[in-house]
Structures are given as structure tokens and as C-alpha cells.
């Protein structure tokens, strides 16, 4: 079983939700999460600070920084409930087609026949 | 459909004409902030207003002073919004409230049973106190009764309900429906003991059926079916005050004072469903006020900008990578709402929320929030 799961907290509480009451009421073990729209990291610390001045600019490089560091610390929460977790990249492209699905689709298939 | 919008130029509800909002969407759009941000932005303007969430995101819950077991309203300190001369009125005032199913099921026990003695075998019931908390619907149900409930106070201007997750629309708004066909459906005919409050007669197969029951019971010894019975059976006399409260909540939400807003982002999934909540609230007769789309990216920054920044090079190929990546991500959302302008009527009111850069934490993200639903 593997919940899939967006990097924001509604998300993650259903998510927990779902894992607990599978395997509490229906013994289902769930096999791991996969958390989709997951930002790469592109800034440090001192390169935000760097940016500052420049308004529209240094908002966009720290909420993409922030959704990074979002995802990192509920993937953290998922391991204290015994998920491993399996980033998938946001898209950042005009439209999700057919390219994209395969992109994603390749990155899945590495990562659980890996496993 | 009764949206009422102009393509070209967004517009908002009138809030102050309001005495009922009712904020409608699927999971994970940011429901429960545009409600809290409605109450925020009313109270500041010198009204007094509840507002009921259901199930708020853990910072939310702080911001506005509530905790898991908040079943009755708590005051909401406005003192952040002091700069609004409004919101220092001594009517103006803002609670809220954390929905539970749980409490709000009891009361209604309380309120309808004919007699104490009657209300006291359903509270002990151990079906009752399994499905008061478990069955499908009744946490929307619990909202449309507590939502009453609030809106019949006469001290308070407003109330804006902050709806369970829906995956249709009319999950929450025909709760009271389906409660009443429950009670009155042949599966709690069957398991009931004739009469009372059951309409219709047993067919030989349910006859069949409940005699499987019994010899279920008889063989495990769980007296399920007597406990069924007991449960169904102690209803007896409530059907009416059920009917006369559905009623009164089918009218509460087709009020001239009552906007149904559908709350949706700009993501092509998101609007799909909010177009299905519209289409099916229209065949129900009931009027959508406006749609809101929340969390819409802000204006994109000049890239000229990147060229004359005093920083190092990696970094300018940095943000112009950055730059781009939010750029694809702006045109598909503005292909989004581009499809979803076409596909509404020109009258139809459509609101796009900003997307804050942050999580909003505080009564001043809310009111910020508020202010953008505001006329522009």
C-alpha cells in the first residue's frame, strides 16, 4: 500500500490518518508514501540573505526554499510513523502532458524497483 | 447558474449584506483560511461574528485561539487589527468554534427525545455511541445543525461555517436529507421493531433477514440485534423535530442573507471539481454566490532586474532559473483560470485570492487574507 501525499499539513495529517486506521482496523501495512510537487533545493542560507534587496525575487527563492524545507520536515514526521518516503519533483513546465507523466513515471519505477 | 461575474473585472460579495457564509470546496484548497479570513475581515468592519471550522490545520487552531476539545465558541482577540477604528466598536466582537459531531449529536438527542428516560437510552446505547461519532455524514450533518444553532442568536451578525472536505458538493448541504432517509430506510426497518416510526411493512425477505439476526445473536451472544432494535426503536417521536430542523436548514441556505461560496485553486484537478460542486449545487436550486480561487501566484518579478542585481554570477544563473521555473508554473495556472473564466456565465462573481508567500499563521495573515476578498 502507498499513500500518496502532497507537501502541505492537510495532506500529511490524512495521510497519517489513513496509515494508522488501515493498519489498526485492517492489519494493511503501508509500504511507503510518495510525496509529489517536491521542489529541488537552488538556495542556501547566505544566498537567500544575499537576495533580499530584491523584493519579488527573494520571495520567490525563499517560498521555493520553504516548500523544500516543508517537504523535508513532514517526510521526517512520516519516519517517526515508521513511512519511508519517496520524493517525486515538481513539474515546473506550462502544462503536465504526456512528457511530464513519463518523467515521473521513470522516476518511480527506478525508486521502487530499487527497493 | 447564478454566478455573477464579469470577465474582465473581478468583483466580491457584499459582505456587510451578509448574515450567513457557507465555504464549500474539496480537501487541501484552503477552506478553513478563507473562512477564517471572511470572519476576520467582518469582525474588523465592526460586526459580530462566529465562525466554525471543522477541522483546522494545527497553526490555524492556535491563531485563532482554539484547542482540539474547542466545542463552544472562544473570543478571538481582535487587538492585532486595532487600526481598524470598526473593529474597536463594542459590537464588533469574533469567535469561533471547533465543530464536534460527538457533542453537537448529543444535544440534538437532548433536544428532540420525548422524555429523559428516552434520551438516556440513546446516549447509553452502544450502537448510538458507535455511530454517533462513525457514520458517513454525520459530522455534516453536525454542522448544519450547529450552524442553526449559532445563526439564531440574535447578538450576532454573521456566521461563517467552514464545511467538512467534500468530494460533492451536496454532501454537507443534503446531510439533513440523508440523515432522514436513514432513519427512514428499509435497512432501519428491518432491524427495527414495527411500528413507531417506521413507514413501511417487512417484506417476507426481511422477516428471513432479521431471523438470520437473531440466530446470529443467539449464537454469538452479542445481542446485536436487540441493541439494533433498542437504538432504532428509542428514534420513536424524533422523526418530526429531524424533519422540521432539515427543513429549517434547506431554507436557512437558500436566505437572501446566505452566500454559498465554492473555495478551489488555480490547479486544473481542483477547478474540475469546483465546476462538478457548481453544476450540482445548480441542479439542487441552490445559489453559489461566487466562486473563490485561493492561493493564485503573485505578480512574476521583471528578469531585467536579475541583470543589474549586485550579486554574484552563479547566483543571477540561479534566479533566472528560479525565474523560469515559476514562470511555467504562472502560465499553467493561468491557463487554469482562463478555462475556468470561459466556461462561467459573464455575470458570475469570481474571486482570486493572492497567494500570501507563507502558511498564514496569525490573525493579521487572516485579515490580510480578508482584505483581498474585499471590493477592488
Not at chain 1, 542560507?45 to 516548500?67: D, F, I, Y
Not at chain 2, 452502544?126 to 455534516?140: E, W
Request: with cysteine; net charge neutral; hydrophobic share 50%.
Amino acid at each position: 500500500m502507498i499513500i500518496t501525499l502532497t507537501p502541505e499539513e492537510l495532506a500529511l495529517r490524512e495521510a497519517l490518518e489513513t496509515e494508522a486506521n488501515m493498519r489498526e482496523r485492517l492489519s494493511i501495512t503501508t509500504v511507503a508514501a510518495i510525496m509529489n510537487r517536491v521542489p529541488d533545493s537552488l538556495f542556501d542560507t547566505a544566498e537567500l540573505a544575499a537576495l533580499s534587496p530584491l523584493g519579488l525575487h527573494a520571495q520567490m527563492a525563499v517560498r521555493r526554499t520553504n516548500a523544500r524545507e516543508v517537504a523535508s520536515a513532514m517526510a521526517r514526521r512520516l519516519a517517526k510513523a515508521g513511512i519511508a518516503t519517496i520524493n517525486l519533483p515538481m513539474m515546473f513546465t506550462p502544462a503536465m502532458g504526456f512528457d511530464e507523466l513519463e518523467e515521473l513515471g521513470e522516476i518511480l519505477a527506478a525508486v521502487l524497483l530499487d527497493r | 447558474m447564478n454566478l455573477k461575474m464579469s470577465p474582465h473585472h473581478l468583483e466580491s460579495i457584499d459582505l456587510a449584506a451578509l448574515k450567513l457564509v457557507v465555504c464549500l470546496g474539496p480537501g487541501g484548497v484552503g477552506k478553513t483560511t478563507i473562512s477564517a479570513a471572511f470572519a476576520v475581515d467582518a469582525a474588523a468592519h465592526g460586526r459580530a461574528v462566529d465562525v466554525m471550522t471543522v477541522d483546522p490545520a494545527p497553526r490555524l487552531l492556535d491563531a485563532l485561539g482554539l484547542n482540539a476539545d474547542s466545542a463552544e465558541p472562544v473570543e478571538v482577540s481582535l487587538d492585532i487589527l486595532r487600526h481598524s477604528r470598526r473593529s474597536k466598536s463594542h459590537h464588533a466582537r469574533l469567535r469561533a468554534l471547533r465543530l464536534d459531531p460527538k457533542r453537537t449529536f448529543d444535544a440534538i438527542i437532548a433536544r428532540y427525545a420525548p422524555s429523559n428516560a428516552a434520551r438516556d437510552v440513546i446516549l447509553e446505547n452502544r450502537i448510538y455511541r458507535n455511530i454517533s461519532n462513525a457514520l458517513a455524514g454525520v459530522a455534516d450533518y453536525m454542522a448544519m445543525e450547529k450552524l442553526l444553532d449559532l445563526a439564531s442568536n440574535p447578538a450576532t451578525d454573521l456566521v461563517v461555517l467552514d464545511t467538512p472536505p467534500a468530494v460533492e458538493a451536496l454532501d454537507f448541504l443534503d446531510a439533513p436529507r440523508r440523515l432522514l432517509d436513514l432513519l427512514n430506510s428499509r435497512a432501519v426497518s428491518l432491524l427495527g421493531a414495527p411500528g413507531g416510526i417506521f413507514r413501511r411493512r417487512l417484506r417476507v425477505v426481511d422477516i428471513a433477514a432479521r431471523a438470520v439476526l437473531a440466530a446470529f445473536d443467539r449464537i454469538t451472544g452479542l445481542n446485536l440485534l436487540r441493541d439494533v432494535q433498542a437504538f432504532v426503536g428509542s428514534f420513536d417521536g424524533m422523526y418530526e423535530g429531524f424533519a422540521t430542523r432539515a427543513a429549517a436548514a434547506q431554507e436557512k441556505l437558500r436566505a437572501q442573507d446566505t452566500a454559498i461560496v465554492i473555495v478551489t485553486t488555480a490547479e486544473a484537478s481542483r477547478i474540475a471539481q469546483a465546476r462538478e460542486f457548481i453544476d450540482a449545487l445548480e441542479r439542487a436550486d441552490l445559489r453559489v454566490a461566487a466562486l473563490i480561487v485561493n492561493r493564485v501566484m503573485a505578480t512574476m518579478p521583471d528578469g531585467a532586474e536579475i541583470s543589474s542585481a549586485r550579486i554574484p554570477a552563479a547566483l543571477k544563473k540561479k534566479l533566472k532559473r528560479n525565474l523560469a521555473d515559476y514562470g511555467a508554473l504562472k502560465t499553467r495556472e493561468e491557463t487554469s483560470l482562463k478555462a475556468l473564466r470561459d466556461s462561467l456565465p459573464k455575470d458570475a462573481v469570481l474571486m482570486v485570492v493572492p497567494d500570501l508567500g507563507r502558511e498564514p499563521l496569525t490573525i493579521a495573515d487572516l485579515a490580510e487574507v480578508g482584505r483581498s476578498l474585499r471590493s477592488r
